[in-house]
């Protein structure tokens, strides 16, 4: 069973950063794809930042591009998303999710395309 646990929300002044780390379990294989989406209220989910683990290769939402990073360690199954220059419409609920394998049913910041999910974790920024 695959499982993906999610830390490092919070709360924080425009400008400020924060990093969001996900662990997952249960998945064989080295090469999945890996990432962070976020929904806010109203609003569809959508890809912020996804990784295929082993090539390294990212994947960026253009509202995030410059200002947030996704790396792996594979030593430890993490991904982790810095996010530096937060904003107030960075404000959501970011979740954590992972696909078995280099081949994808959609683009890498496709919701739909990804198969497990974690339980989210809230990001808050204040003007």
């Known amino acids: 069973q695959v499982q993906l646990v999610e830390s490092g929300g919070g709360s924080v002044q425009a400008g400020g950063s924060l990093t969001l780390s996900c662990a997952v379990s249960?998945?064989?294989?080295?090469?999945?794809?890996m990432g962070w989406f976020r929904q806010a209220p109203g609003k569809e989910r959508e890809g912020v930042a996804t990784?295929?683990?082993?090539?390294?290769?990212?994947y960026y939402a253009d509202s995030v591009k410059g200002r947030f990073t996704l790396s792996q360690d594979n030593a430890r199954n993490t991904v982790a998303l810095q996010m530096n220059s937060l904003k107030p419409e960075d404000t959501a609920m970011y979740y954590c999710?992972?696909?078995?394998?280099?081949?994808?049913?959609?683009?890498?910041?496709?919701?739909?395309?990804?198969?497990?999910w974690g339980q989210g974790t809230q990001v808050t920024v204040s003007s």
């Open positions: 999710a992972a696909r078995e394998g280099a081949v994808l049913p959609g683009t890498p910041l496709d919701s739909w395309a990804y198969n497990s």
């Open positions: 249960g998945l064989t294989s080295s090469r999945r794809f």
């Open positions: 990784i295929l683990t082993g090539s390294g290769r990212t």
